[in-house]
Nanobody, 124 residues
Framework: VQLVESGGGLVQAGGSLRLSCVASGGTFSSYSMGWFRRAPGKEREYVAVISWNGAGTYYTDSVKGRFTISRDNAKNMVYLQMNNLKSEDTAVYYC??????????????????WGQGTQVTVSS
């Protein structure tokens, strides 16, 4: 499975961005999908996860109420809508696919496939 993220960029604090991730080469609907991020000088951090059918979503506490993860299995796409962005959201954002489709996890090591990332920079 190949994953390619897009939609990153430079935005002012309080602004919005929508990240997209397109998957190819596999059965997209069989994977739960996650978004992770890595800020400069920090460890990779879980952001959100969505179940294979979109029925289940979970978020890290710092983005709850501001970020929304969604997916379109017909288009092999997963999205991360980011609102009210803060400077601490600045990071490279990665989408990832987990083949254990019935279990949602924030543990990065359990994800099978990763994209190359897209940079999000929030200016204060």
């Amino acid at each position: 499975v190949q994953l390619v993220e897009s939609g990153g960029g430079l935005v002012q604090a309080g602004g919005s961005l929508r990240l997209s991730c397109v998957a190819s080469g596999g059965t997209f609907s069989s994977y739960s999908m996650g978004w992770f991020r890595r800020a400069p000088g920090k460890e990779r951090e879980y952001v959100a996860v969505i179940s294979w059918n979109g029925a289940g979503t979970y978020y890290t506490d710092s983005v709850k109420g501001r970020f929304t993860i969604s997916r379109d299995n017909a288009k092999n796409m997963v999205y991360l809508q980011m609102n009210n962005l803060k400077s601490e959201d600045t990071a490279v954002y990665y989408c990832a696919a987990d083949g254990r489709s019935t279990v949602l996890t924030a543990q990065a090591s359990l994800y099978d496939y990763w994209g190359q990332g897209t940079q999000v920079t929030v200016s204060s």
